[in-house]
């Protein structure tokens, strides 16, 4: 009986574990925030300002890169127009990608445009002033510093590679860039958001 007992213990608490969970909720595969941070910006399009508040009723996918990016930021666009592509068009006009330029001395607005625009025309590329790009970046966390450099056009740019999605003007999701790349789970999380 002194070994069985553990055995029984242990068992009960399982199922008590099972039976507590939730049911019929969707387990989201991109790190989920428990307590979402509010956040909002004001950085500039080619037609002027963008609020992210003004997007309030949209789902919004955030990436911080810049435009002369060898490699992550051109594969994290790519795996943001495949998702955004799965989604049915009804599901699309309530998504909104934006892409925020971290280098915004080669990236005007019309440039960082015209980059996001060139991996999908419904996306959204921003980019305003050094100090106003450093204080979104904070705002999210993200890291950015120029490095590797030669000269005044010739440098890279070393970046957070992470996708925020904002729900409601709050910080919901985050996708890393191994995780961006799942396009199916991707979709999923942002079916079960809508």
């Not at 992210?52 to 490699?71: M, N, R, T």
């Not at 068009?89 to 015209?114: C, H, K, L, N, T």
């Amino acid at each position: 009986m002194k070994r069985v007992l553990p055995f029984l213990i242990v068992a009960g608490l399982l199922l008590l574990g099972y039976l507590l969970l939730p049911k019929g909720g969707h387990a989201f595969y991109g790190t989920r925030l428990l307590n979402p941070k509010p956040v909002d910006f004001t950085l500039e399009s080619p037609e002027g300002p963008v609020r992210l508040s003004e997007l309030q009723g949209k789902l919004v996918l955030i990436f911080f890169g810049y435009v002369h990016c060898p490699d992550v930021c051109p594969t994290t666009m790519l795996a943001l127009k495949r998702a955004y592509e799965a989604l049915s068009p009804a599901a699309q006009a309530r998504v909104q990608v934006v892409f925020i330029s971290v280098d915004p001395r080669r990236d005007p607005p019309e440039v960082a445009d015209r980059y996001a625009k060139g991996f999908h025309p419904s996306f959204l590329g921003l980019s305003g002033s050094e100090e106003a790009i450093r204080q979104v970046a904070q705002a999210f966390g993200a890291y950015y510093q120029v490095s590797r450099y030669r000269g005044p056009e010739d440098y890279l740019v070393d970046h957070t590679a992470t996708t925020f999605v904002v729900q409601g003007g709050k910080l919901v999701l985050l996708y890393s860039p191994d995780k961006v790349e799942e396009t199916d789970k991707v979709v999923a999380d942002l079916k079960a958001l809508l």
